[in-house]
């Protein structure tokens, strides 16, 4: 066997001498400028573009073969500005052709290349005859069929110019490796580039090149990956009239908000869109794609249904879905009504700028949601952004207990923020729905409440200095806390003078409750306020400052044996101070009126100064006055009270 593989090994080295003296004398006898003008012409035969060479040109036969371009520019012949233009291009020769002086390139390495692609408002681009060219040469029977294996980009750069939709796109730092072999159909690009401060790994798979490029069907496989944002379509593509592409798409970002500042797109509000994944079945026609079979995740709340989305010069969003839970706590977290840790109305100005971005029209159903500390049933409602005007529209949601329907609409006009709100709750309990709506605490029991107001503010604070419209309030079955109406009329009634006591603790059950409130300005007017309750009644008038959010108003308070018999005693109160913490107390003077001895004592006092004296001392025993008169001031009318205190009794 060792003589046989001695034998063997003689002639196979005594070839591969051959060869070598061969490709050495090839390289010694081979005419360089017909390489390089075989090359040349190579080139322009699979790309359809002009080689402009304005560097040195560098030939080698061995070790290596190759030719290589320095300076080197190729443009269409119509153009003037050169639509790829590369510091060093390479094209490697196929070794079995070169022995038998026949130059054919097998690949092209491409360094530092900058790529220009530009699309005229008709939509042509400077690289159609590159495309038209390949489609023609790589059909099968096509005559002089030339086609590289392989093309290498290393370190380039790509500019994107398209005048009809004015985008301008810049990729820097690519490392690409496109392939389609001769003897395969298909194409297949992978590599690497910049793009907006990213690093992106792509890759990009068509099963049928040369119908690609006429415009037929195609199977299409692509994949972007980057910190930002991931996606990946399988499918199919076609470009005849204008691209179509359909298949199954997905899209995964860490960061939704992230992910669209990247893309260029200002992210709407402050707070949410953080986690982002979605998988439909997608149908691009154009500039809009269609949505089926829609699979999307977003801060943890998930939904399914259709979407389209368009962008015609304005970005177009449509979608009707249906989730089971969804919380929207995180969209709203950063807008507060209220100043964080104070009373007063938020003065912090709008953002509006995100009602200019995008037109919205979307249909949401969902088993339960969630509002911060709000959480709603069944809900169905609608969401339509158009040219800056937002309207909100709740078919029906079961709320704080019971159903609520209702619109809210907002536009923008500079800063300033139209809003126009209208609503209706049936059935809810008072105390949740008082307590979240209004910031009132006080109230508790079962209602329908209807609402209907306009603003218009460039802050919550503006919004409620310009209040206007009205709200009504139908309860039963609740109480008023605060205050215990009859046990103090009852009280009052036996002893008016022997102190008030305790004004504020306590609560008033009712059987009926009806408010009636007309805003104007920020100003709430009473029109008609009443609390009938088993033994007391309760009737009120005056304003509420949405502004300041303090009342001040007064009342009557009626005892009643029976629910349409007459009241036996009476009682003026007065209700002053904050929403959430108001001072309720009886009117002085009808106290002193009641009492058989001080009655006599106010008819008494005719001087004015003299009376307001006397009043505030008194108030100082009922406990009904919130300022009571300095100590000079009270003891002054002492001696002119005592005398007419006496008088009685001279007679």
């Not at 419209?469 to 103090?488: C, K, S, V, W």
């Amino acid at each position: 066997m060792a003589q046989g593989m001695k034998r063997l090994g003689m002639p196979v080295a005594a070839f591969f001498g051959v060869a070598l003296i061969g490709l050495i004398a090839t390289s010694w006898l081979l005419n360089r400028d017909a390489l390089r003008q075989a090359v040349e012409a190579q080139i322009r035969a699979v790309t359809g573009l002009d080689l402009v060479v304005k560097g040195p040109i560098e030939v080698s036969v061995f070790p290596g073969s190759y030719v290589s371009f320095h300076d080197v520019g190729l443009k269409g012949g119509a153009t003037s500005d050169p639509a790829l233009s590369v510091d060093v291009l390479t094209a490697n020769l196929r070794l079995l052709p070169l022995l038998l002086r026949r130059f054919e390139i097998s690949d092209v390495m491409m360094l530092r290349p900058h790529i220009s692609v530009v699309r005229d408002a008709n939509g042509e681009s400077n690289w159609t005859p590159f495309i038209d060219t390949i489609a023609r040469t790589m059909k099968p029977g096509a005559e002089n069929q030339v086609s590289f294996s392989e093309i290498r980009i290393q370190d380039g750069v790509l500019a994107y110019e398209d005048a009809a939709n004015r985008v301008s796109e810049k990729l820097g730092d690519i490392d690409l490796s496109l392939a389609w072999p001769s003897i395969s159909r298909s194409f297949a690009a992978t590599g690497q580039f910049d793009w907006r401060g990213e690093r992106v790994d792509g890759s990009v798979s068509i099963s049928d090149f040369v119908a690609a490029l006429s415009g037929d069907r195609s199977g299409l496989k692509a994949r972007l990956a980057s910190a930002p944002l991931k996606l990946a379509f399988d499918g199919t593509v076609a470009n005849r009239t204008s691209m179509m592409m359909e298949g199954t798409m997905t899209v995964d970002s860490p960061s939704l908000r992230n992910a669209l500042r990247w893309a260029g797109q200002p992210p709407p509000g402050t707070g949410g869109f953080g986690r982002f994944a979605l998988k439909a079945r997608a149908n691009l026609v154009g500039s809009s794609i269609a949505l089926t079979n829609v699979n999307v995740e977003l801060d943890g709340n998930v939904a399914e249904g259709v979407m389209t989305y368009a962008n015609t010069g304005r970005q177009t969003l449509q979608a009707t879905l249906a989730a089971g839970n969804l919380d929207f706590t995180p969209y709203i977290s950063t807008f507060r009504l209220l100043a964080s840790g104070a009373r007063d109305w938020n003065r912090q100005l709008f953002d509006l700028n995100a009602l200019n971005t995008t037109d919205l029209d979307m249909r949401l159903s969902a088993a339960k949601v969630t509002v911060g500390s709000s959480k709603l049933g069944r809900t169905a409602f609608g969401a339509n952004l158009r040219s800056g005007a937002l309207a909100l529209s709740v078919g029906e949601a079961q709320m704080y207990g019971g159903i609520a329907r209702g619109s809210f609409g907002i536009s923008r006009s500079d800063a300033v923020a139209d809003v126009k709100a209208q609503f209706q709750f049936i059935d809810v309990d008072l105390q949740a729905c008082a307590s979240e709506l209004f910031g009132v605490t006080k109230l508790s029991g079962r209602g329908n409440l209807n609402v209907s107001l306009v603003a218009s503010g460039a802050s919550p604070f503006g919004l409620a200095q310009s209040l206007d419209g009205t709200a009504t309030l139908t309860g039963h079955d609740g109480a008023i806390a605060g205050f215990n109406a009859e046990q103090l009329l009852k009280r009052l009634e036996r002893r008016p003078l022997s102190g008030a006591g305790n004004f504020r603790s306590g609560s008033t059950p009712y059987d009926k409750l009806t408010i009636a409130v007309k805003f104007s300005d920020g100003i709430a007017t009473a029109e008609d306020i009443r609390v009938e309750g088993p033994a007391a009644r309760l009737t009120l008038t005056g304003t509420a400052s949405v502004p300041a959010r303090e009342y001040d108003m007064k009342g009557i308070a009626s005892l009643v044996s029976a629910p349409n018999a007459a009241s036996s005693f009476e009682l003026p109160f007065v209700v002053q101070g904050p929403w959430d913490d108001p001072l309720i107390f009886p009117d002085p003077e009808s106290l002193i009126r009641r009492s058989p001895g001080a009655a006599p004592l106010l008819d008494a006092v005719k001087d004015r100064k003299t009376r307001d004296a006397v009043r505030s001392v008194l108030e100082r025993f009922t406990g009904g006055g919130t300022k009571p008169a300095a100590a000079p001031e009270a003891a002054a009318p002492a001696p002119a009270a005592s005398a007419p205190a006496e008088a009685p009794k001279a007679n």
